[in-house]
T-cell receptor, first 111, second 114 residues
Framework: QQPVQSPQAVILREGEDAVINCSSS?????VHWYRQKHGEAPVFLMI?????EQKGHDKISASFNEKKQQSSLYLTASQLSYSGTYFC????????????FGTGTRLKVLA | NAGVTQTPKFRVLKTGQSMTLLCAQD?????MYWYRQDPGMGLRLIHY???????AKGEVPDGYNVSRLKKQNFLLGLESAAPSQTSVYFC?????????????FGEGSRLTVL
């Protein structure tokens, strides 16, 4: 099964914060995050390889809780450019290179 | 540097027709993937390949076949198209190595089956 993301959709005003969660019923060996603008291909944001790892650049960061099989993406002081659909991705089985994606979260930032 | 190129970008088929989508990458990547994207379903893995001459089933492989005769190309075939296969198809590739997790995507191919 695909990892499940929550919320399914969120609307923000510029400057507000958001958290997107990714939860898997199976073990997560690594977690990737992507953003997809409407009509475009997904674009890589970051990868977390170890449980407990946290990463970030600019005002977007993420955490990975391996034991809980969850990852969260944090968007701080959102900008209009953050609008899009966010996907978490994971390798289904360590070393298989079988990459699957979560159900997606649609984010809309309003001026 | 083109990256990942998909052809065609758009196609309309009638039920029962066959077609092939071509994915070509110029980054010498080992791993290649085909996904379909439907509203509310995210990206679902159809088939993938970990090297030239190898293919493996993804999460939704039924109704599709693939081939990877050359390292740079990954073909997705529909033998007898069905309306349920109307979707946007994305190809992606990835280099070998655990720490290089980035998948590079093509622009997508929009397929409509009538």
């Amino acid at each position: 099964q695909q990892p499940v993301q929550s919320p399914q959709a969120v609307i923000l005003r510029e400057g507000e914060d958001a958290v997107i969660n990714c939860s898997s019923s199976k073990a997560l060996y690594s977690v990737h995050w992507y953003r997809q603008k409407h009509g475009e291909a997904p674009v890589f944001l970051m990868i977390l390889l170890k449980g407990g790892e946290q990463k970030g650049h600019d005002k977007i960061s993420a955490s990975f809780n391996e034991k809980k099989q969850q990852s969260s993406l944090y968007l701080t002081a959102s900008q209009l450019s953050y609008s899009g659909t966010y996907f978490c991705g994971t390798e289904r089985g360590s070393g298989t290179y079988k990459y699957i994606f979560g159900t997606g979260t649609r984010l809309k930032v309003l001026a | 540097n083109a990256g990942v190129t998909q052809t065609p970008k758009f196609r309309v088929l009638k039920t029962g027709q066959s077609m092939t989508l071509l994915c070509a990458q110029d980054m010498n990547h080992e791993y290649m993937y085909w996904y379909r994207q439907d509203p509310g379903m995210g990206l679902r893995l159809i088939h993938y390949s970990v090297g030239e001459g190898t293919t493996a089933k993804g999460e939704v492989p039924d109704g599709y076949n693939v081939s990877r005769l050359k390292k740079q190309n990954f073909l997705l075939g529909l033998e007898s198209a069905a309306p349920s296969q109307t979707s946007v198809y994305f190809c992606a590739s990835k280099s070998r190595g655990l720490n290089t997790g980035e998948l590079f995507f093509g622009e997508g191919s929009r397929l409509t089956v009538l």
